[in-house]
């Protein structure tokens, strides 16, 4: 048996074939029943304009309110993606850090934010926490006292300036949920590198943080990255918790348009769509980075 | 190395027991600021004054091109420029409102609430610058033939209500042994109606004679008449007497002038809005 490393011809036999005909006919029945059983009078032709519209004032193309939804949780899934690893790589290397102090602090972190449900963490950080942050750090007046000419880049990395601090209070409640699993993740990764090594390096007199610097960090990152990149993907799935505090994410958007237009199934829908646009892009260029730093 | 942690740990307790009291103090702090300054101070230096709302048509609703729209929109855009200010909207969810009001996100809620004893208890409301009504919507199929209230309060019907709202209050009152079902949002409500899963839904009116337009064959409305009317109110902070003195007075003053009764007939009334939504 001579291992080859192409892949194998594509072809289709008659039982892909059936089994495909079957599948189908599942869904196309499914999805008759939904579109008839429902009771509901479908109205796909609103949707459209709600993805992209003709400005008639300005005699231009511009985004409608879902992908206005879009682009706030992509800069909110970019924003708590930094800030969580970040946070996540520092609590982590406390978990294995020699020092009782260092390790009790960020099991306290990690455990407490891992056996919170998300949602009533947002809620209890936003009223409570959020406030008294934004309030120490003057947020409200710093906004107003903005330079006119800086609007428009505080605009393009976070958002419409006037609902900046509710902006930052819900990257860092994302940033703390997702730090706790990241952290984890480091963690097992630092763990995951045979003893040998730490022995070895110790034995060539390097210090605690030369070894973690250049024997075991590099080898432990290349283990990490698959789940890191994995957990960057459901940060931006988790985002959606945050439209319960008003930020006019995706989900949001959609909750508001459902309200107008009483278009439920429609509307969502086309939010699981963008979604599952949005994660399977990054779903292909983990993909990607994974193969890339395969050894040859 | 012993005398670097327990000087760092008795820090890190400092900071954390500060916080907290930080945190407890806080609460009387801002009634206290509020006591000896009106929001009506903190608006006008601002120059802008924000509005709580959330999306409920037609108080409040975002037309094709984002912008907010609705009687409540109106108003509180009359509101503003009567006071010399901008209006900036900050739309919240009907769920955590109230708190959002409390911890200062916005100054004013604006957003068609109805004036409770319970709700009272924890914001201050203006006068009542409108009456809504309830209504009862019914499933032709499912529960055909009704036209009381009576006939509607019986455990085997399920009545679909949105959470936390005057409807929702309306229909434990009015319906006591119905069977009652809580959803986030209106469409929910309406989408159980409509699949059969509940036999009528509560809510303020004009949304279920709108309905009832839209799908007669298969929803009625059993009631003539709304089965109550209803104070709608500004809710403020509480502990400020110079905004609520102020905004009682304003709509006393738009109220003579009939343009309030003007802006709620448009909205109410008329179907002409409804191609800027769709």
């Known amino acids: 048996m001579r291992h080859s490393t192409r892949p194998r011809a594509f072809r289709i036999t008659p039982v892909d074939a059936a089994i495909l005909l079957a599948v189908a006919g599942a869904f196309g029945y499914v999805g008759y029943k939904a579109a008839t059983g429902l009771n509901y009078h479908w109205k796909w032709e609103i949707i459209p304009q709600y993805i992209l519209r003709f400005d008639e004032t300005a005699k231009a193309w511009v985004p409608g309110l879902l992908v206005h939804g879009l682009l706030t949780t992509i800069r909110l899934s970019l924003w708590s993606g930094v800030l969580a690893t970040i946070l996540g790589t520092i609590m982590g290397l406390f978990r294995v850090s020699p020092r009782l102090f260092r390790r009790q602090i960020a099991g306290t972190y990690v455990e407490l934010i891992r056996n919170t449900p998300p949602l009533v963490l947002v809620f209890v950080f936003y009223f409570y926490i959020g406030d008294q942050i934004m309030a120490l750090l003057h947020m409200d007046e710093l906004i107003r006292s903005l330079p006119l000419s800086s609007l428009g880049p505080v605009e393009f990395l976070f958002g419409p300036p006037h609902q900046l601090p509710q902006f930052l209070s819900a990257v860092i409640t994302?940033?703390?949920?997702?730090?706790?699993?990241?952290?984890?993740?480091?963690?097992?990764?630092?763990?995951?590198?045979?003893?040998?090594?730490?022995?070895?390096?110790?034995?060539?007199?390097?210090?605690?943080?030369?070894?973690?610097?250049?024997?075991?960090?590099?080898?432990?990152?290349?283990?990490?990255?698959?789940?890191?990149?994995?957990?960057?993907?459901?940060?931006?799935?988790?985002?959606?918790?945050?439209?319960?505090?008003?930020?006019?994410?995706?989900?949001?958007?959609?909750?508001?348009?459902?309200?107008?237009?009483?278009?439920?199934?429609?509307?969502?829908?086309?939010?699981?769509?963008m979604y599952f646009a949005l994660t399977f892009c990054c779903s292909l260029a983990v993909r990607k980075l994974e193969l890339g730093l395969q050894r040859k | 190395m012993t005398l670097w942690r327990t000087v760092v740990s008795s820090l890190v307790t400092l900071v954390v027991i500060l916080g907290v009291s930080h945190v407890t103090l806080a609460g009387s702090d801002t009634r206290n600021a509020l006591a000896r300054e009106s929001s009506l101070e903190t608006i006008l230096k601002r120059g802008t004054i924000k509005i709580g709302f959330d999306t409920f048509k037609p108080w409040a609703m975002k037309d094709k091109t984002g912008e907010y729209i609705g009687f409540e929109i109106d108003v509180a855009k009359r509101l503003a420029s009567d006071m010399g200010v901008k209006a900036e909207f900050v739309p919240t969810k009907w769920s955590g409102i109230i708190p959002a009001l409390l911890s200062g996100k916005f100054d004013i809620l604006i957003g068609g609430m109805g004036i409770t004893p319970q709700r009272n208890l924890k914001v201050n409301f203006s006068m009542p610058y409108e009456f809504t009504g309830m209504a009862i919507l019914a499933n032709k199929a499912k529960a055909p033939g009704l036209s009381s209230l009576e006939d509607f309060n019986k455990p085997e019907i399920v009545v679909a209500v949105r959470l936390g709202t005057t409807a929702a209050e309306a229909a434990k009152n009015f319906l006591p042994k119905a069977t009652k079902r809580f959803f986030e949002e209106e469409s929910q409500t309406i989408q159980e109606l409509l699949n059969g899963r509940a036999h009528a839904l509560v809510a303020s009116n004009p949304l279920p004679a709108n309905l009832a337009a839209e799908y007669a064959d298969q929803i009625y409305l059993p009631l003539q008449e709304d089965f109550t009317s209803e104070p709608i109110g500004f809710a403020l902070r509480k502990g400020d007497p110079d905004f609520l003195n102020w905004v009682n007075n304003w709509i006393l003053f738009t109220n003579a002038k009939g343009w309030l009764k003007n802006r709620y007939d448009y909205w109410f009334k008329t179907k002409e809005w409804e191609n800027r939504i769709q």
Not at chain 1, 234 to 245: C, L, M, P
Not at chain 1, 249 to 254: A, R, S
């Open chain 1, 174 to 273: 994302l940033s703390l949920f997702e730090g706790a699993y990241i952290a984890e993740i480091v963690r097992a990764g630092i763990d995951s590198i045979e003893p040998g090594q730490w022995e070895a390096a110790r034995s060539l007199g390097m210090s605690r943080f030369k070894q973690m610097r250049y024997i075991i960090m590099p080898q432990a990152m290349q283990r990490m990255l698959p789940a890191l990149a994995g957990q960057f993907i459901s940060t931006i799935k988790d985002s959606a918790i945050v439209s319960v505090i008003s930020i006019e994410e995706l989900t949001f958007q959609g909750q508001q348009l459902m309200a107008t237009t009483y278009r439920s199934f429609e509307v969502w829908i086309t939010v699981l769509a």
